[in-house]
């Protein structure tokens, strides 16, 4: 009886778990989605003119450059 209440629990805290992992995606999602979407804007030709490099996260299909070897 007392290893079924032990893995009892151990379920519901994994899946408490995986509900809070969940529901900070959620919350955090639009708020991540709109820091990509302001780096859209070429902050680097205008870090550039100041003298200075954007630090803004890019989606990988908009980056640009070359590989260093």
Sequence with gaps: MRMNIRAGLFRLWVVA?????????LVSYSGIRNKFHIANTDWDAIAER??????????????????RR
Excluded: H
Aim: some cysteine.
């Design 50 to 67: 100041f003298g200075g490099v954007s630090l803004l996260p890019v989606f990988c299909d908009l980056a640009r450059g070359f590989i």
């Design 17 to 25: 778990s995986v509900l809070f992992i969940i529901a900070v995606a």
